[in-house]
């Protein structure tokens, strides 16, 4: 699977962004997605995950009632909407493909990675 994400940019804190991330190379609806994002000096952390069908979606605790994971298996298309941005959101926020269909949130579980869009907030 090959995944490309994008949407990344400069917002002000408070503000909106949607990242989409599209996959190509396999049958899309065959794999749980997810987004991650990885701040400097920091570990690569889950963020989001959403199922092969779109009806299961888990989120950190961070993230939760402010972004929104969702999929369109007949564009191939993953995104991630992130409302109410504040300055700790900033990051490079990669998506992935997932090797079962379910819901993951271990990155272990995600053979295949997208090259990072970068989320900058300022305050």
């Known amino acids: 699977v090959q995944l490309q994400a994008s949407g990344g940019g400069l917002v002000q804190a408070g503000g909106s962004l949607r990242l989409s991330c599209a996959a190509s190379?396999?049958?899309?609806?065959?794999?749980?997605m997810g987004w991650f994002r990885q701040a400097p000096g920091k570990e690569r952390e889950f963020q989001a995950g959403i199922n092969w069908s779109g009806s299961t979606t888990n989120y950190a605790d961070s993230v939760k009632g402010r972004f929104t994971i969702s999929r369109d298996n007949a564009k191939n298309t993953v995104y991630l909407q992130m409302n109410s941005l504040t300055p700790e959101d900033a990051a490079v926020y990669y998506c992935?493909?997932?090797?079962?269909?379910?819901?993951?949130?271990?990155?272990?579980?995600?053979?295949?990675w997208g090259q990072g869009t970068q989320v900058t907030v300022s305050s």
């Open positions: 190379g396999r049958t899309f609806s065959n794999y749980g």
């Open positions: 992935a493909a997932a090797r079962a269909a379910r819901v993951v949130s271990n990155s272990d579980e995600y053979p295949w």
